[in-house]
């Protein structure tokens, strides 16, 4: 089954290549501006979806676990949610930093780990280099626009920002985006098999949807049709292994609660935050700070399910 999964994300990965080349030449060409209203609709409809099983996980994580009150599942996790809010409001340098680094391992991680078996501290390195190219490459490609983004999430510590300038004059970005392929090489050639194209495949689609697009649209192509979707393959395979077709309308199923109710608030946060910073920029703040909000009880969740399940 393993290889299965493994030749369904290799013909993803294609597949979104191929999109990726397409899409991208077609915005740049015809300099079209994407809205980010349409990054926050594709990023509730398809890209929250990929978490919005956790509750299931969470009830199979308390059955190891023997907890019978699965209310207090709901409890933590909500209160991961606002905390993590809450510190954001209060220390978003911090936050931002903390939010980068654990996005760059989630990425590399989901997006790869399910051509190894192997889990050394060796390999969840190269997973956190390889799904910081995620982070790198719009910083890279587009400097001034990342940091605007930045400026809008509420960090206004100018030392981070001189820092950030230092490393963009004296091209450690590159450096790093240089590291961060080494790490992909690493990963493609260890106990190589052909499936492992796939590797390459997502590295030029995101070197190519950063290079031709603002880093809004960039990451919304990638976080929705990249790395959801391949977690939702994962998801699918877990429902339902005998029977994709089934698997898939179990999933949408189950996932539709959590995702209706992520975009109601949402909606609400966007109506009180439009007040205060405007309409575009309200749905930064929204996608950025929810989604880290989201992004730490979601790994947490994780990690502990699956050093339990072993």
Not at 34 to 54: A, K, M, Q, R, Y
Not at 122 to 138: D, E, R
Request: aromatic share 18%.
């Amino acid at each position: 089954m393993s290889q299965f999964i493994k030749k369904i994300n290799f013909n993803h990965s294609f597949i979104f290549f191929i999109f990726c080349n397409i899409f991208s030449l077609l915005i740049f060409k015809m300099n079209i501006n994407i809205s980010p209203l349409i990054c926050l609709f594709l990023i509730l409809l398809i890209g929250v979806s990929h978490g919005s099983l956790d509750h299931i996980k969470g009830k199979k994580l308390f059955e190891i676990l023997k907890i019978k009150n699965i209310s207090s599942f709901y409890l933590i996790y909500i209160l991961i949610t606002f905390f993590i809010i809450i510190l954001w409001i209060f220390l978003p340098t911090f936050s931002l930093i903390i939010f980068l680094i654990v996005a760059s391992f989630h990425f590399g991680k989901e997006d790869t780990d399910f051509l190894f078996f192997e889990r050394s501290y060796l390999i969840q390195l190269m997973y956190l280099l390889k799904g910081s190219l995620v982070i790198l490459a719009p910083m890279y490609f587009h400097f001034d626009e990342t940091i605007s983004i930045f400026k809008l999430l509420l960090v206004e510590n100018e030392t981070f920002y001189t820092i950030l300038s230092f490393v963009e004059e004296k091209n450690i970005l590159l450096l790093s985006i240089i590291i961060s392929s080494i790490s992909s090489i690493y990963l493609f050639t260890k106990q190589f098999e052909i499936k492992k194209f796939t590797i390459f495949l997502d590295y030029f689609s995101i070197i190519l949807l950063n290079y031709f697009l603002s880093p809004l649209v960039a990451f919304t192509m990638y976080f929705c049709f990249l790395h959801s979707i391949r977690h939702s393959i994962t998801l699918v395979f877990e429902i339902d292994k005998n029977n994709l077709k089934n698997g898939v309308l179990t999933f949408i199923k189950k996932a539709m609660p959590l995702t209706f109710l992520t975009a109601v608030l949402c909606i609400v946060g966007l109506y009180f935050l439009n007040k205060n910073y405007g309409f575009d920029n309200s749905i930064l703040k929204l996608i950025f700070i929810g989604l880290a909000s989201l992004t730490f009880p979601h790994i947490l969740l994780e990690y502990l399910l699956e050093k339990n399940e072993k």
